[in-house]
């Protein structure tokens, strides 16, 4: 059973243009979110993260929004580039880090 | 500055065959230690995790085991190989008290 539910699969976008991947969970137990961006064969990298307490953390071109009273949290990724092509897992953190199924991005030059 | 080793990098192994997977954390003291697995295609799933030396605590029955015999060394075991075993291990740490999760490179294993 997930815990997170993580959504689109896949996605493509034109170069400049915005990414958005969307979380949901029900745990309220989890307090803590990160994002990971994962290239192929290597492991997952930290790439932004923010607490419960927080509706908005951006961090260059990667913004998470979060809707505690939805249980609900989303990545953003503004002006993407192709060096951005990746998959994008979102996380929940209560003992160890819960995943969603991860989503790969596609950037067309 | 941390860093997390893993080896090896690949392994193809046949079924019914023993594994070891060693993980190494260096720049830190008393870390928690993780092992999670990704099938192809999926998200990251959480095998073990440890708090201590020879503390080991196990999130899903399966064929796997785990040990930390030294307090940043953290390893993967089967006596005998599944071929659903296979998949894509990832050793992580944490700092106690902290949040941030960071993995290592990975183990690609394949049970033929």
């Known amino acids: 059973q997930q815990q997170v539910k993580q959504s689109p699969q896949s996605l493509i976008v034109q170069k400049g243009g915005i990414s958005i991947i969307n979380c949901a969970y029900e745990?309220?137990?989890?307090?803590?979110f990160p994002w990971y961006q994962q290239f192929p064969g290597k492991g997952p990298a930290l790439l932004i993260a923010?607490?419960?307490?927080?509706s908005e953390k951006k961090e260059g071109r990667f913004t998470i929004s979060f809707n505690k009273s939805a249980k609900q949290f989303s990545l953003h990724i503004m002006d993407s580039q192709p060096g951005d092509s990746a998959t994008y897992f979102c996380?929940?953190?209560?003992?160890?880090?819960?995943f969603g199924a991860g989503t790969t991005v596609t950037v067309r030059a | 500055s941390q860093t997390i080793h893993q080896w090896p990098a690949t392994l193809v192994q046949p079924v019914g065959s023993p594994l070891s997977l060693e993980c190494t954390v260096e720049?830190?003291?008393?870390?928690?230690l993780y092992w999670y697995r990704q099938a192809a295609g999926r998200g990251l799933q959480l095998l073990f995790y440890?708090?201590?030396?020879?503390?080991i605590s196990s999130e899903v029955p399966q064929n796997l085991s785990a040990s930390r015999p030294q307090d940043r060394q953290f390893i993967l075991s089967s006596k005998k190989l599944l071929l659903s075993d296979s998949g894509f291990y990832l050793c992580?740490?944490?700092?106690?008290?902290?949040?941030?999760?960071?993995f290592g490179p990975g183990t690609r294993l394949t049970v033929t």
């Open positions: 992580a740490w944490r700092l106690k008290g902290g949040d941030e999760q960071y």
């Open positions: 745990n309220t137990a989890f307090d803590y």
């Open positions: 996380a929940a953190l209560n003992v160890g880090l819960s």
């Open positions: 923010i607490r419960p307490d927080v």
């Open positions: 440890s708090v201590g030396i020879g503390q």
């Open positions: 720049g830190t003291s008393n870390p928690n």
